[in-house]
């Protein structure tokens, strides 16, 4: 069956740290995969795209790997600060015809001062 | 910038109930989404539009319909209100089907169903 999988509910690490954040997906083929930002009450915003045929993507503090091998795309904010405590969630774009992204349950960051 | 707007951010409904909840997007997009969203199951997809007039329906389309009318209105209608419908709602719109275009959600419609 199709599963995309966030390594963890929730995350705390200290401020000045790295967060890693993991989205594992299983019988999939995304030719694109997004990373969003949700604060609590808020909808979701987005962050960044990789596509399938890029290793890393980076945008300020973020930067996002994509491993089609693995089926895995990895999630980092550098030198973390408490206003990143948010809930970040992956989505996978598989570019057949009008199929909606699918969303992973997201991981909630706490970074703490 | 792109703006997603639900009509309502919180309402509180009787069961049985007919509900709408009304969406307007301003960039012009082909594809609109209506998601729930709930503590440990995270954003479940109810229905999607790519065109005026058109509907698909997502994974969870039970007891909700939708209406698209004009490219920048779709909403979302609970025929009949339940308890296991209370949630936040959360709106969506993308540019087109090819792939690799962002979502913009608006900022959510909490229900509470009584």
């Known amino acids: 069956s199709q599963k995309i999988e966030q390594n963890s509910e929730a995350l705390n690490i200290q401020e000045g740290k790295t967060a890693t954040l993991t989205c594992n997906y299983t019988?999939?083929?995304?030719?694109?995969l997004q990373w969003y930002r949700q604060d609590p009450g808020r909808g979701p915003v987005f962050l960044l795209l990789?596509?399938?045929?890029?290793k890393e993507k980076r945008k300020e503090r973020l930067k996002v790997t994509f491993d089609t091998t693995l089926k895995q795309s990895l999630f980092h904010i550098t030198a973390s600060q408490p206003a990143d405590s948010a809930t970040y969630l992956c989505a996978l774009d598989e570019l057949s015809g009008n199929t909606p992204l699918v969303f992973g349950k997201g991981t909630r960051l706490s970074v703490i001062a | 910038d792109v703006k997603v707007t639900q009509s309502s951010r919180y309402l509180v409904k009787r069961t049985g109930e007919k509900v709408f909840l009304e969406c307007v997007q301003d960039m012009d997009h082909e594809n609109m989404f209506w998601y729930r969203q709930d503590p440990g199951l995270g954003l479940r997809l109810i229905y999607f539009?790519?065109?005026?007039?058109?509907?698909e329906k997502g994974d969870i389309p039970e007891g909700y319909s939708v209406s698209r009318e004009k490219k920048e209105r779709f909403s979302l209608i609970l025929e009949s209100a339940s308890t296991n419908q209370t949630s936040m709602y959360l709106c969506a719109s993308s540019a087109d089907g090819r792939g690799g275009n962002t979502i913009y959600f608006g900022e959510g419609s909490w229900l509470t169903v009584v």
């Open positions: 019988n999939y083929s995304p030719a694109y």
């Open positions: 539009s790519y065109d005026v007039k058109m509907k």
């Open positions: 990789i596509r399938e045929n890029e």
